[in-house]
């Protein structure tokens, strides 16, 4: 289930056609999102990672650019959870902190999977939208 819900919202990016990002698969089947032109605010290209690893969840981390958003309006506009880095299992979204950037961790459970349907105009596109516009040069 993770790994077949990993490759349809890899088809939902894609069908959304963003021109500068590229989408690079891992041995582990992970998803990498990276820039073409790099990213704002800080060194490299890469702004995303989709892994569908654990058989349980499918985890999604998105790179933004330090204090740009709003955790409580995140969990609002795609009606999940804000959980702590330390609730496995549930599914839910939180926020890690870094010195150049922040870490936005979105964990979507088998449980949940079930239930949701990937494609170009879903809550988590849209936004993965938005956080690529904010990163990407």
């Given at each position: 289930?993770?790994?077949?819900?990993?490759?349809?919202?890899?088809?939902?990016?894609?069908?959304?056609?963003?021109?500068?990002?590229?989408?690079?698969?891992?041995?582990?089947?992970?998803?990498?999102?990276?820039?073409?032109?790099?990213?704002?605010?800080?060194?490299?290209?890469?702004?995303?990672?989709?892994?569908?690893?654990?058989?349980?969840?499918?985890?999604?981390?998105?790179?933004?650019?330090?204090n740009r958003v709003n955790i409580n309006e995140i969990c609002e506009q795609l009606e999940m959870e804000l959980i702590s880095n330390e609730e496995v299992g549930l599914s839910g979204i939180w926020l890690e902190k870094k010195a150049d950037?922040?870490?936005?961790?979105?964990?979507?459970?088998?449980?949940?999977?079930?239930?949701?349907?990937?494609?170009?105009?879903?809550?988590?596109?849209?936004?993965?939208?938005?956080?690529?516009?904010?990163?990407?040069?």
């Amino acid at each position: 289930m993770v790994q077949t819900k990993a490759q349809e919202l890899r088809a939902a990016i894609q069908m959304r056609g963003w021109s500068n990002t590229t989408l690079l698969s891992t041995d582990q089947e992970d998803i990498i999102l990276n820039s073409r032109t790099g990213c704002r605010s800080w060194k490299g290209t890469k702004w995303g990672f989709i892994s569908a690893e654990s058989p349980e969840q499918l985890n999604i981390t998105i790179d933004l650019p330090r204090n740009r958003v709003n955790i409580n309006e995140i969990c609002e506009q795609l009606e999940m959870e804000l959980i702590s880095n330390e609730e496995v299992g549930l599914s839910g979204i939180w926020l890690e902190k870094k010195a150049d950037r922040d870490t936005l961790h979105i964990h979507i459970t088998n449980h949940d999977l079930n239930d949701t349907v990937f494609s170009t105009e879903s809550k988590l596109i849209n936004f993965l939208s938005e956080a690529r516009r904010w990163n990407c040069l």
